[in-house]
């Protein structure tokens, strides 16, 4: 079968055949339906290496693709209720399985990541950058009859910032609320959907490219474009108050200072975003008891709520699809910014 192989550090993944893997007890065979394409992707085999601290969890060589779906094809020993032809998410944290965060389903926040293997399906273990791939029957998330190619990404780039929205939950309950979304790439535009679907938060969404603005305009965002005067302008949308919930979803250090800039006072600011930006605190410019925090992926239960959002259409992706002789063209756009919303490569098409 045909697989997208990150084989080398700094070097650009390979397109080549490899045997189909076999499902393990436990384990499902799935026929890949979609695989998006992630910028997390392009850090692994573009900037990262062995100076990273986990670099031994995603060190070559293996599939990528950590934002899957497909179609049950085989299922291994001692796995039950799940048939043939069924459609799923796949969540593709894996941890050790027994520490009290993997108790919880948090496996991306597992006290034993250190150890681990592998630190994801896609990052350190074959993932669905292929036409076929294995997966823990624990792992799937049923889609029922939703549309599984453009469900794909929702395994990260939903999961993502709903994990991040419903942590800052608190501060967006009651009247006169107000969200604000950095960052509209594929992220950001599903963020401003389930912020719209699951709260009564006046949304306001910025970026610095206007077909972003106006993708998340037709979701019931109010925008702000970049540049001088941006965050005067946020402030003056909540009547001077500020944001009572921030979500960053680039996390350099610009857009982390923005949002310091505008948040509320008792508001909070979420990074998502894996920019590697710092920022320095300072008491007197910081509103009083405002959290600054970060975010990483979500729980599996939280991919179950994500996927019941897209099955009852509270959340649609703008994907484009590639066939997987396309998928090294799918990250060429992606590295030059050509792609408005998720790229999803299709083996099967």
């Not at 995603?58 to 001692?78: I, N």
């Not at 009547?239 to 979500?247: H, I, R, Y």
Request: some cysteine; proline content about 5%; hydrophobic content about 40%.
């Amino acid at each position: 079968m045909k697989a997208l192989r990150f084989e080398a550090w700094h070097n650009p993944p390979v397109l080549k055949d490899i045997e189909r893997p076999t499902p393990g007890p436990g384990e499902v065979l799935l026929k890949v339906a979609g695989a998006g394409a992630c910028h997390s992707d392009v850090s692994v085999f573009q900037d990262y290496d062995d100076a990273l601290p986990t670099a031994k969890l995603m060190a070559p060589e293996y599939t990528l693709g950590h934002e899957s779906s497909g179609w049950v094809e085989e299922v291994g020993e001692g796995v039950l209720g799940v048939n043939r032809g069924e459609a799923y998410l796949v969540y593709g944290p894996i941890g050790c399985g027994m520490c009290a965060a993997c108790s919880r389903g948090q496996d991306t926040y597992c006290e034993n990541q250190y150890t681990n293997p592998y630190a994801a399906i896609g990052l350190g273990r074959d993932g669905g950058m292929a036409e076929y791939m294995v997966v823990p029957a624990r792992n799937l998330v049923a889609l029922g009859d939703a549309d599984p190619i453009a469900a794909a990404p929702l395994a990260d780039a939903g999961l993502t910032p709903y994990h991040a929205i419903k942590n800052a939950a608190p501060h967006l309950v009651g009247g006169g609320r107000y969200a604000l979304v950095i960052g509209l790439g594929g992220l950001g535009q599903v963020a401003v959907q389930i912020l719209k679907a699951i709260t009564g938060a006046t949304v306001i969404a910025t970026d610095m490219k206007e077909d972003a603005m106006a993708a998340a305009e037709a979701n019931g965002a109010v925008t702000v474009a970049g540049g001088e005067g941006q965050a005067e302008r946020i402030r003056e949308i909540t009547g001077g108050t500020g944001v009572n919930a921030v979500f960053d979803f680039v996390g350099i250090t610009s857009t982390i200072e923005l949002a310091r800039a505008v948040v509320a006072i008792q508001g909070s600011v979420t990074v998502a975003g894996i920019a590697n930006g710092s920022v320095e605190w300072n008491f007197f410019t910081t509103p009083y008891e405002s959290i600054l925090t970060n975010t990483y992926w979500g729980t599996i239960e939280d991919l179950h709520e994500v996927a019941m959002l897209y099955r009852d259409g509270h959340i649609t992706m703008d994907i484009t699809t590639f066939t997987m002789d396309e998928a090294l063209t799918a990250y060429e756009k992606l590295i030059n910014q050509e792609i408005l919303g998720r790229a999803v490569v299709v083996p099967h098409s």
